[in-house]
């Protein structure tokens, strides 16, 4: 057994130890890791959580009941087959939801405590502290330094803050020594990886506390993911993250936790190790091996 | 075996029969179909012919530079510049356009963002029927209104101005400007305002600072393409915007545009006359500027419409 500060250590390793351990699962050496007592999920801060979440497009339920914690600077995963709500669920985290008119839900979603769709919480502040990244990359067509200036820019931050706020968030995202020379091109005119590490300087140009990822990668090659995972890692020592992804080897690189959803169900949540080595549904065991979805 | 190889046999002859017959169809309709076809660009090019071919003498006879600079147009003495007409033209769209442009984006940003689907649903029809709706009877209710209002109300001697054509003007072209610029801002993909609503922006926010922007070229097209309609408008404007045939900026006076001198003096002039070499040559401007309006406003929207190709709605 491990003790829980021997596993917050291993939570708080680097990219590169992630992805020797998905090398490692991936080789059936799975039983050198140790399994982790759910004990130590109560040692962690709860960033977010939702209550017996559930959602509705008219009539069609698509989530039932989800109630998950999401941790204080840790990465958490969803997985699961495509259709079953992971998206859903993630756009419920900042209410982007609330674009659509047929969306309804019931349940409460907890942000520091605070339920997000209180009467009295105002979206746009919201939608600040938790920022998102979508599956295909979507910065604004206009030049890049405007895509990251545009939120501190709404948010009344001063013309003269932005040219460092551009700067120092471009670093963050890793990006500025890539586009330094070329700030005023067209965002459109980057490839697609860059493009994708725009849209996160841009989620981090407002300082959220959340980013939600949406599948960030699959419209990327590997490189590029590499290169996004990395980021995703670093990240997390300032952010909280949620990463929605259907690459098993990526959630078992980068995230803390995983859970695994089903028609619209939550089947399993527990530390990706745990979920990764031995689950303990039948199901959660069956989709990482590929064997459905 | 033999059945089947029988009926692809079959197949094929009855395949290079359809082909013949089809090859002997087609060499006929086609020869229809491509007079049908050209019918319309034969009238075109026949019509650009003939234009110039009458106007184009003006310039021998009268001089390039007197013609469309010249200050005035007097026919008894012979007086044929176009200048002021050119003026009155520019007059009268100007009006239209700083009425036009500002209600007509407002409203297709209005039915484009804002507005709830059955909402649109009902306006945009009505919207386009305004397009429909023959230019005399605008031309008629703008007297009725703004004509009597400016001479009964504000004592104008006569109520007949560049300003009462350009407001009448801007209504008609309202419609050709929503629409187009209503397609153009929901050209702009879903996914441009998702991301900047995730970073807390307004919905107001959203459309002034990413969706207007992003769909500028759209807009633009828009504008031209009501420019090109209120260049081209004749009967309204006729009626409206009184006449003036000496050079003055004056929008609260009467104007003639190209389009009212082309109607005025038609009838009056004798063909081969100067005066008939001038109308054409005034129509052969006209041509050339309603020409180029419509084909940047055309540019514009095909640049806009590859624009957002493959980006994701
Ligand atoms: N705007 C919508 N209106 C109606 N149904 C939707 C909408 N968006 C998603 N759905 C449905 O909800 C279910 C869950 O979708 P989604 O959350 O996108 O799943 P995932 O991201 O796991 O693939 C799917 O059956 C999908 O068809
Ligand atoms: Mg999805």
Same mark, same amino acid.
């Given at each position: 057994?491990?003790?829980? !500060? ?10 590169? !130890? ?15 890791? +140790? ?142 020594? +890539? ?85 619209? +169900? ?18 959660? +065991? ?8 | 075996?033999? *059945? ?11 395949? *290079? ?54 200050? *005035? ?14 003026? %009155? =033209? ?13 209600? %007509? ?43 009597? &209002? ?51 922006? =307004? ?16 807009? =633009? ?5 009501? &420019? ?51 109308? &054409? ?15 940047? %406003? ?9 624009? &957002? ?5």
């Amino acid at each position: 057994m491990v003790s829980p !500060d021997n596993s917050i250590k291993r939570d708080e390793n680097d990219g590169a !130890d992630q992805r020797a351990l998905a090398i490692a699962l991936a080789s059936d050496l799975s039983d050198r890791l +140790e399994i982790v007592s759910e004990e130590f999920l109560k040692t962690e801060k709860t960033k977010m959580e939702t209550i017996n979440l559930s959602h509705w497009y008219n009539e069609k339920r698509v989530l039932a009941g989800i109630s998950l914690p999401i941790f204080k600077n840790k990465v958490t995963a969803i997985i699961g087959p495509s259709g079953c709500g992971k998206s859903t669920f993630l756009r419920d985290l900042n209410r982007m939801n609330d674009i659509i008119p047929t969306a309804r839900i019931s349940g409460e979603v907890l942000l520091d405590g605070q339920n997000i769709y209180d009467n009295k919480i105002d979206v746009v502040s919201l939608r600040k502290r938790v920022g998102m990244v979508f599956q295909r990359p979507n910065p604004f067509p206009m030049s890049i330094e405007n895509n990251v200036a545009y939120g501190p820019y709404i948010h009344g931050a001063q013309p003269e803050e932005l040219a460092a706020i551009v700067e120092s968030t471009l670093r963050k995202a890793a990006l500025w020594e +890539e586009v330094r020379d070329r700030l005023q091109d067209n965002a459109l005119s980057l490839s697609g990886g860059q493009q994708q590490r725009l849209c996160i300087a841009r989620a981090l140009s407002v300082e959220p506390e959340v980013i939600l990822f949406d599948e960030p990668c699959s419209a990327l090659d590997p490189h590029a993911t590499a290169k996004i995972e990395d980021l995703i890692t670093n990240l997390k020592k300032d952010y909280t993250v949620v990463i929605v992804t259907h690459n098993m080897q990526q959630a078992a690189r980068v995230s803390d936790y995983t859970t695994f959803f089903n028609f619209g +169900e939550l089947i399993e949540f527990n530390t990706t190790r745990k979920i990764f080595k031995s689950p303990e549904r039948k199901m959660t +065991e069956e989709y990482i091996s590929g064997r459905f979805g | 075996m033999s *059945e089947q190889q029988q009926t692809s046999d079959d197949l094929a002859s009855d395949e *290079e029969t359809i082909i013949a017959i089809g090859k002997q169809k087609i060499s006929f309709q086609h020869v229809v179909l491509l007079l049908a076809a050209s019918l319309s660009v034969i009238i075109v090019v026949l019509v650009f012919i003939f234009t110039v071919l009458e106007g184009y003498r003006i310039i021998p006879e009268y001089g390039f530079i007197d013609f469309l600079f010249g200050h *005035e147009w007097d026919s008894p003495h012979e007086q044929y510049g176009i200048l002021p007409m050119i003026v %009155g =033209t520019i007059l009268v769209v100007l009006i239209a356009a700083v009425i036009a442009i500002p209600v %007509g984006t407002m409203a297709a940003m209005y039915l484009s963002e804002i507005a709830p689907e059955i909402v649109r649903k009902i306006m945009k029809p009505i919207i386009e029927i305004l397009a429909s709706i023959p230019s005399i009877i605008y031309g008629f209710i703008g007297w009725r209104t703004l004509v009597l &209002f400016l001479q009964n109300q504000l004592g104008f001697k006569s109520g007949r101005t560049a300003f009462t054509a350009g407001v009448v003007l801007s209504i008609m072209i309202l419609p050709t400007i929503i629409t187009i610029a209503d397609d153009s801002l929901k050209a702009v993909p879903r996914a441009y305002r998702e991301g900047s609503f995730a970073l807390g922006a =307004t919905n107001w926010q959203t459309i002034r600072k990413v969706v207007l922007p992003a769909s500028s070229s759209g807009l =633009t097209a828009a504008y031209i393409l009501g &420019f090109g309609r209120a260049i081209g408008e004749t009967m309204a404007v006729y009626f409206l915007a009184g006449g003036g045939k000496n050079l003055q900026w004056n929008i609260f006076r009467g104007v003639d545009t190209l389009t009212s001198l082309i109607l005025k003096q038609l009838p009056e002039a004798s063909i081969g006359s100067v005066e008939y070499h001038a109308i &054409f040559g005034a129509a052969c401007v006209l041509f050339l500027i309603t020409f180029c309006v419509n084909l940047i %406003g055309d540019l514009l929207i095909r640049r806009f419409s590859k624009k &957002f190709r493959g980006a994701s709605k």
